[in-house]
């Protein structure tokens, strides 16, 4: 359609304004084709004829819908003034700093600290496209930083605008940005180094200027360098074009490098006084502007700031002094006095004190200093001239040198920069930041403002070609025609400065002559460029200066100083005073051939594409310029071999005032910075671009029934658009977008908007008719009620005279009375009538009240004596049925009963059967020592004949001794003398023996003492053994006693069994048996205790035939048929007695009624049973004697062995006694036989033999006491060993041997004999116990044949304990933990079986009192759960699983520790489980680390995989289909399918949760920890939404809102479901819940701020702010929020102490809390799956 066509009435445009730059007005009249006056109607009201040009005709307005736009490219219409208003709406009134222009972002300085910055905001943009969320800095990093990652491709930011736009910070937020999200993994703190560059630039290279407190006064691009793995690994930095000139000037309100003031801030500080520095004021070069301070900032802080970054990045102290001492010498070097003499002279005193600090921090001669700064050396081929300087002159020269030290200062920081931040491996890729001066035009611009364009000159056309590519690529990729756009050139503008013959080398040309001048060089461009360029002017009005017409504007350049900054010369003779410093530092910046730093470091290799441009003589100095241009020609070699991404800075006012836009000014910035330029070159071919999907959205109401019938979505965009613009032309289909030309998306808004306003006006016009049908209709009603009224008024009053007043008042009279006679004469009739008629009926009704009475009276009596009968017959059913139960309880109780007593009977056989084995055993020990003791007399016998031949040697020798002596008579007075000698000598060796024997018998004494202690011990041992026994009879006495309470029982029951077995013997059959039976019964009487058995057998076979037979005669059908439904189930019940029941009780109360006339015939078979009874009692009796026999046998039994073994334990002494003694006979054999020798033997044989005899005796003393104390316990054979005893003690020295011998063999005799008694009675013992083991077996079996139902034997009782061995210790941690499926366990399994188990293994150590096996178990299983949460920590299962069984082990831990706070909801069987020998507490502890540890893991896990679908399922997800109407999104929304099948919706939400809550509760987990897990899911699903409509200002509609708040009631539904409501999950979802409601509500007035205050509690401040300035609305008949009641809201809300934070903490944890739940399952119940593989554990 023609533009023409949209200058039609109501619709508005844009006309320039002086004040404002461009004003909105509204069409008043439509516009038509040759007008040369456009009807406007301005905002105010008035009304203007706005002349216009029919070919440019004014801008049109954009739809209030597509107003504030994140991306300027979705505008409909796209030229200045529309851009303008949208900065305008986001910054002003949205408080929006950010917006997008195609692939620029453009940035307004807000002048004030946003809360945007935060790490939180950094994780929300990390991972999302870039149109996905709110235009941002961080979203340009985002976007630099995933394509380098996923294309390997360089990326580059180009940050520009002018001083004081916020260029610094916005580049600093970047780098942030990088160093978040690419933390690398070493330990190198690489990403806080390449951060803290930042401050120390900014201290030496940033400064106050009347625009900006902090503008950066040169050009940096940092190189920050990626690995492989996209991780930071270092940095690289380069500078351009410092502004020297701020050294040693600045204008009025300006100051010096920060980092003067910084040392005059610190100069009192110890570390600085050496410098000898004062305050700012008391320096020239930090004075000069007037300003020193700058409001809120802190320079001795910034100082200390500073430190620590140098230290950060690893320059010490010396260093840092080293650089503080070149910085204060600047200083004191502005400070030296420079005085003329005459006009020629100047000189400098020698006394200067600035001078001489300058000096002495520098190492120089001050001598030569103070010359040299006031003459100036001129050196010509045949002689060197010396020229003294005037006072100007010398001023420049020392201005000169302060300017050149500080140059290779700050060359010098940045090249140790460098160095800090250079790395050692390779760099894969890397993102470079360029931080560069926009555009700039001042009152009076000079070489440095010209560099600067020139810089900006070659940015430009850097991005107008990145533009250009950008359109191509689009086009080509959605395979529309491409057809040239004509973009701005400034190639041109190029050529004139860099070209040859152009300003720069003309300016470089002139810098090398000798009297070259700024006049001379102007006159030489003028004499190049007038009339021969048009792009260079020459101002009309000054001589001075040039004007070039650069791409934003022109710019008039002074050309005052520009030779003197292009040469930047100090003069030879100061260079080589400065180079002879002995400050090393000094000495270093001005060697003759210093080696350039590389600007990008070792680790990059830049190549240029075209030769620099140098000077063509080596040996002359490079200028400024051509530095200047060589290193900007390398930086555009870097920016094209990159992707550029481009970031713009906007200066919105000068005054710094926070959101104040300034028209003029950021209009000015939008020309300069090539926004409007990207928005032209869009704008000439299709500017506006909506996908498919989009369209269809949009302009839906636009299309017809017939069009919507298509499937295909793109077909239906198509026909819609062939129908609704005719032009083809004006529009393009490319594969996933429609693209339009300028104006066209206008008109769709327009035609939508006709739609939507005719669809309303229709709606209005049928609700308004049917209104005021309503209203009329009911005004109709109203009037006819009123002329009724009126009508009959006036007719009454027409009819109404005095007359007719009387009559009728007389008529009424008459009628009166008339009436009243006619009314009471009827009343009587019918009160006559009503009386007759009650009464007839009242004695009706008498009379049959009467008979009832009667009839109900026989009744009730004939129902008393029924329902007594029917009483007494159903209380005799209950009572027989009562009895039939008792008496088969009480059937069973016996069986079971006696079955125990065969088991007790089973035990006391098989003690007898082991005392048997013990007997013989004894008996072969007996016949042993027999034989032993056989050997011993007969080695007796020949011990006494040896003696006796002995003996009568003896007495021949002694005759012979005698018949010598008597020879020898003589020989003795002889010798006497010698004799008495030898006998002193003898008595002598006497005491000696008499000693050795003393200490001897004192040797046997001790040993003797330890032997009565070992007795004594031994003692108390069988004392215990003999306990033990005692104990046993008594528990023996006490089985019997239980044994006749069972046979009392047993004959109470027989009297039940005499009435059933009377019912069941009432059959005619079965008598003729029965008394047969009787009959046997009585012949056995005669021999019971040999027929018991059989007697017992045949009356079971009897009674099972009679109970067969029974039934066999009645019908089971018959019986069942007379069984009522209750007693069936009540048989079923117990399916064990079926037959019993049935059989035997329902048949029995059945045969009753057909038996009842045969119950005297039975009571004879009563009586004999009765007899049978009474011979079973007497039959117990016996049997409870022979119980009782059987007791005292075992009790002598036990005696007699106890004595035989004492007895047995004397042999082996004995035999060693008797030993002893053969041994002492031979010693005495060998010592007669040495006395025999010599004569002098005689005495000292008699002695010996004494000896001998003692020593004998005293042994055998010692021998028999320690028999006594041996048999001492034993009560039978005390006598005995007391015999012995006296025996033994009264053997006195002179016993012979055969005395001895005598007495053993007595002793030996009488114990053969007491064993063949013992034998005997053993014998008769055994005879006895068999017979009664026969008796035990005949009386059980014949109790098993009473009792139709065999019970089984009972289960093994387990003691909930798994016995394992050490060895197999890994085995089980590795079967149970580390190799154990989740999927395998929680299918039909208990919850937590392995960590029952494991704890089933623990108490067994427990048991065990093993405290290194316990310990090592326990170590194990916390060892192996660290391992396997550590092999699985993305695996939710598996961690869902192990947190279950880790509190689970943690509960029975508790469980079963034995304290009382967690016994108490234990059974009494899980009290005795509970763990005996250890103290677990200490483990208990760590498995609660463990466990939180697992929890935490296993939060992040589900958050990981939940919140990829949070934010398209709730927030993005349509869940109410067609009430969100989409909008253009611009440039930056990469749109590429038609249909989003493969988008995450509301329900994948749900099942995703649904997913974890059904895992959590297969594993176990306990619901107090899966609510906690619920409720920390749920706030992270509020916190992300929320976060993402804080970002997202397309988001923030009231029609969002309302599918928010329809997503939330899904989730609460969701909780409800699962029985979740008390989780607290639903309040973490509140603020999420109030925002939609924000949305939602209506923003006008005061009360709705009010409300907002008080429904909003859970937000906080900044948050209600942001969304009420983000609201969008989506249709022309929603509005915006008012600044206004923006204000209002605030001014509410400025009351309340919250958090300042936008941002909720997604990473928030809520404290968990491990609830103590017992576990229901008995340890002894729980069998272990044969899946686990633990074969090797077993139940204890």
Not at 205 to 232: C, L, M, P, V
Not at 399 to 427: C, M, P, T, W
Not at 1172 to 1177: A, D, F, G, I, P
């Amino acid at each position: 359609m023609a533009v023409a066509a949209l200058y039609t009435q109501y619709n508005r445009v844009w006309i320039p304004d002086p004040e404002e730059v461009w004003k909105s007005a509204e069409i008043a009249k439509d516009y038509r084709v040759g007008d040369q006056v456009l009807r406007l109607l301005l905002e105010d009201g008035t009304e203007l004829a706005y002349s216009i040009d029919p070919e440019r005709l004014p801008p049109l307005r954009n739809p209030d819908i597509l107003v504030g736009e994140n991306d300027l490219t979705a505008l409909s219409y796209l030229h200045e003034p529309a851009v303008l208003h949208n900065l305008r709406v986001r910054f002003a009134e949205s408080k929006l700093i950010y917006t997008y222009s195609g692939i620029i972002l453009v940035a307004m300085n807000p002048y004030k600290q946003l809360p945007i910055y935060g790490d939180a905001i950094i994780h929300a943009y990390s991972g999302q496209n870039m149109g996905d969320m709110d235009p941002h800095i961080f979203a340009v990093a985002e976007e630099a930083y995933k394509q380098m990652a996923r294309n390997n491709k360089n990326q580059s930011i180009i940050v520009s605008g002018e001083s004081g736009a916020g260029k610094t910070v916005s580049a600093r937020y970047a780098m942030r940005y990088f160093a978040t999200v690419s933390k690398s993994g070493s330990n190198a703190h690489v990403e806080e180094k390449v951060l803290a560059s930042n401050p120390i630039t900014e201290a030496v290279g940033n400064a106050k200027t009347t625009r900006n407190d902090n503008s950066s006064r040169f050009g940096k691009y940092t190189e920050i360098s990626f690995d492989e793995r996209h991780q930071i690994i270092g940095a690289n930095m380069r500078t351009y074009l410092l502004e020297k000139s701020r050294v040693v000037f600045q204008s009025e309100n300006e100051r010096n490098y920060h980092i003067f003031y910084q040392l005059c801030a610190s100069a009192q500080q110890s570390e600085f006084k050496h410098l000898k520095l004062g305050s700012a004021e008391e320096f020239n070069y930090t004075s000069t502007g007037g300003s020193t301070a700058i409001e809120g900032v802190n320079d001795r802080a910034d100082m200390v700031e500073t430190q620590k970054t140098f230290s950060l990045l690893g320059f010490k102290e010396d260093f840092q002094m080293d650089v503080f001492k070149t910085l204060a010498a600047i200083l004191h070097l502005g400070n030296v006095q420079i005085t003329a003499v005459g006009s020629e002279r100047s000189t400098v005193s020698g006394d200067d004190s600035h001078l001489q600090v300058f000096c002495e921090l520098l190492g120089l001669d001050s001598g030569k200093v103070a010359q040299w700064l006031c003459n100036r050396k001129i050196i010509t081929t045949s002689e060197t001239v010396v020229k003294p300087m005037t006072r100007p002159q010398a001023v420049n020269a020392r201005d000169a040198l302060a300017k050149k030290i500080y140059a290779h200062l700050f060359d010098f920081l940045v090249e140790r920069i460098n160095h800090a931040l250079r790395f050692s491996g390779k760099q894969h890729t890397f993102i470079g930041v360029l931080d560069i001066y926009g555009f700039e035009t001042f009152d009076v611009n000079s070489f440095e403002q010209f560099c600067i364009n020139y810089a900006n000159e070659k940015l430009q056309q850097q991005f107008n070609l990145h533009v250009f590519k950008l359109e191509q690529e689009e086009y080509m990729k959605e395979d529309i025609p491409w057809t040239l756009i004509d973009f701005y050139d400034n190639q041109p503008v190029i050529d004139l400065i860099e070209a040859k013959m152009g300003i720069l080398e003309l300016l470089d040309e002139e810098c090398l002559l000798p009297h070259g001048n700024d006049e001379n060089w102007l006159q030489k461009l003028y004499n190049n460029f007038i009339n021969k360029n048009s792009l260079f002017e020459k101002p009309r009005m000054s001589t001075t200066s040039f004007i070039i017409q650069h791409f934003a504007d022109k710019v008039e350049y002074k050309c005052e100083g520009f030779l003197e900054k292009n040469r930047d010369t100090v003069y030879d003779v100061l260079v080589e005073i400065l180079r002879e410093s002995k400050f090393h530092l000094c000495a270093k910046f001005f060697q003759e051939n210093p080696v350039p730093p590389s600007p990008f470091g070792s680790a990059i290799t830049m190549k240029s594409a075209k030769q620099v441009i140098k000077p063509n003589n080596k040996q002359l100095r490079t200028t400024v310029g051509s530095k200047f241009r060589s290193s900007l020609s390398l930086l555009m070699e870097t920016l094209n071999a990159t992707t550029p991404h481009y970031v713009r800075c906007i200066k919105p006012n000068d005054e710094k005032l926070p959101f104040e836009f300034d028209s003029k000014r950021v209009v000015q910035q939008l020309r300069a910075c090539g926004v409007l330029e990207t928005i032209r070159i869009g704008a000439q071919s299709y500017p506006s671009r909506w996908t498919y999907i989009e369209f269809y959205s949009r302009y839906g109401v636009l299309m017809t029934k017939q069009e919507l019938s298509f499937s295909d979505k793109k077909e239906v965009c198509k026909a819609v658009l062939h129908r609704l613009i005719q032009d083809s032309n004006q529009y393009q289909f490319g594969k996933t977008k429609i693209f339009f030309r300028a104006g066209q998306v206008a008109y769709l808004e327009k035609l939508r908007l006709d739609k939507l306003r005719q669809g309303c006006v229709l709606i209005q016009k049928h609700i308004r008719g049917w209104l005021q049908r309503k209203k009329f209709l009911r005004e109709r009603q109203a009037a006819l009620i009123i002329q009724q009224y009126f009508r009959g008024q006036r007719t009454v009053r027409k009819a109404v005279t005095a007359a007719a007043l009387k009559e009728a008042w007389a008529a009424i009279i008459i009628q009166k009375y008339c009436r009243g006679h006619l009314v009471r004469s009827l009343y009587q009739l019918i009160r006559v009538a009503t009386i007759t008629i009650q009464a007839y009926t009242r004695g009706f009704l008498a009379r049959r009240r009467y008979r009832k009475m009667l009839e109900e009276h026989k009744a009730v009596i004939l129902q008393k004596y029924a329902r007594a009968w029917l009483a007494r017959r159903r209380f005799q059913n209950i009572r027989r049925f009562v009895l039939n139960i008792q008496l088969t309880y009480r059937v069973q109780r016996l069986q079971k009963k006696l079955e125990d007593q065969n088991k007790e009977n089973h035990g006391l056989v098989e003690k007898l059967t082991s005392l048997a084995a013990v007997r013989a055993g004894d008996v072969e020990k007996i016949q042993k020592l027999e034989s032993e003791l056989d050997r011993a007399a007969a080695h007796r016998l020949n011990y006494e004949e040896k003696g006796k031949k002995y003996k009568a040697a003896v007495e021949e020798k002694l005759a012979k001794l005698q018949k010598h002596n008597s020879e020898l008579e003589t020989q003795k007075e002889q010798i006497q003398q010698k004799l008495q000698e030898q006998s002193e000598e003898l008595k002598g060796k006497m005491d000696d023996l008499t000693k050795q024997l003393f200490e001897d018998v004192q040797k046997e004494e001790r040993q003797r003492i330890l032997l009565e202690k070992s007795f004594e011990l031994k003692t108390q041992d069988y004392e215990k053994q003999i306990c033990s026994l005692k104990e046993e009879i008594k528990a023996l006495k006490d089985e019997n006693m239980q044994l006749q309470h069972q046979l009392e029982e047993e004959r109470i029951t027989s009297d039940g069994l005499k009435g059933e077995v009377a019912r069941l013997s009432k059959q005619a059959k079965t008598i003729s048996e029965f008394e047969k039976e009787i009959e046997l019964l009585q012949m056995q009487k005669i021999d019971v205790e040999k027929h018991v058995q059989s007697q017992k057998r045949e009356m079971r076979e009897k009674m099972s035939e009679i109970t067969k037979q029974l039934l066999e005669s009645c019908e089971i059908g018959d019986v069942r048929s007379r069984l009522s439904v209750e007693d069936l189930e009540h048989l079923n019940e117990d399916g064990e007695l079926w037959f019993a029941y049935e059989g035997l009780k329902k048949a029995t109360r059945v045969l009753e009624s057909q038996f009842q006339s045969q119950k005297d015939g039975y009571e004879k078979e009563i009586e004999a049973l009765n007899l049978k009874v009474v011979h079973l009692s007497q039959e117990i009796n016996h049997l409870q004697k022979l119980f009782r026999e059987e007791n005292d046998i075992n009790e002598s039994i036990r005696h007699e062995v106890t004595r035989l073994t004492s007895e047995n334990m004397m042999i082996p002494d004995f035999k060693q006694q008797i030993s002893e003694l053969q041994k002492q006979k031979q010693d005495l054999e060998i010592r007669l036989n040495e006395q025999m020798e010599t004569m002098k033997g005689k005495v000292e044989l008699s002695n010996q033999v004494n000896g001998s005899q003692e020593e004998e005796g005293m042994k055998k003393r010692t021998i028999e006491a320690q028999n006594e104390m041996r048999t001492k316990e034993k009560e039978k054979g005390a006598d005995k060993i007391q015999a012995m005893q006296e025996a033994s003690e009264d053997l006195k020295p002179c016993e012979t041997d055969s005395e001895v011998e005598s007495r053993f063999r007595q002793e030996a005799s009488r114990l053969t004999m007491e064993n063949r008694d013992l034998e005997e009675q053993l014998d008769m013992k055994d005879r006895v116990i068999k017979k009664l083991q026969d008796q035990v077996k005949t009386l059980t079996k014949t109790i098993e044949k009473t009792g139709d139902v065999r019970l089984t034997s009972g289960p093994k009782e387990y003691l909930g304990m798994l016995e394992y061995k050490r060895e197999d210790e890994a085995r089980l941690i590795q079967n149970l933990i580390l190799d154990l499926k989740p999927r395998g366990v929680v299918v039909n399994m208990i919850p937590g079986l392995p960590a029952h188990i494991l704890f089933m293994c623990v108490r067994y150590a427990d048991s065990l009192s093993d405290a290194n096996m316990l310990k090592s178990l326990m170590n194990s299983i916390i060892s192996g759960i660290k391992q396997v949460v550590k092999e699985h920590l993305e695996d939710f299962e598996m961690l869902s699983f192990w947190l279950s069984n880790t509190c689970h082990f943690l509960n029975c831990l508790k469980q079963y520790s034995g304290e009382e706070e967690f016994m108490k909801h234990n059974t009494p069987h899980q009290n005795k489980n509970c763990l005996n020998n250890f103290d677990l507490s200490e483990y208990r502890q760590i498995l609660s680390d463990v466990a939180i540890r697992i929890y935490h893991q296993f939060i992040i896990v589900m958050e990981n995989n939940i919140q990829p679908i949070i934010v398209p399922g709730m927030l993005e997800y349509e869940s109410l289909q067609g009430i969100s109407g989409l909008k253009p999104t611009g440039f930056r929304k990469r749109s590429s399918s038609i249909d989003d099948t493969d988008a995450y919706t509301m329900a994948s939400v749900l099942q995703q949760l649904s997913y974890f809550y059904s895992t959590m509760c297969q594993n176990g987990l306990d619901p107090e920890l899966v609510r906690q897990a619920v409720k920390q899911l749920f706030f992270l699903i509020g916190a992300v939404t929320l976060n993402s409509l804080f970002l997202r200002k397309d988001m923030c509609s009231c029609r969002k809102g309302m599918q928010i708040r329809c997503n939330i009631s899904y989730l609460e539904e969701w909780l409800k479901d699962k029985n979740l409501q008390n989780s607290l999950a639903k309040e973490t979802l509140e603020p999420l819940s109030q925002a939609a409601w924000l949305l939602q509500v209506k923003k006008t007035t005061d009360s709705d701020a009010k409300e907002i205050y008080e429904r909003c509690a859970s937000l906080s401040a900044v948050q209600i702010i942001k969304i009420l300035n983000s609201y969008t609305p989506i249709d022309d008949f929603e509005k915006r929020v008012a600044p206004s009641f923006v204000r209002k809201v605030q001014a509410l809300l400025s009351s309340r102490e919250d958090s300042s934070q936008l941002m909720l903490d997604t990473r928030y944890l809520f404290q968990v809390m491990f609830p103590f739940t017992p576990s229901p399952h008995a340890l002894e119940m729980i069998e272990i799956p044969s899946s686990f593989k633990l074969g090797f554990l077993h139940r204890v």
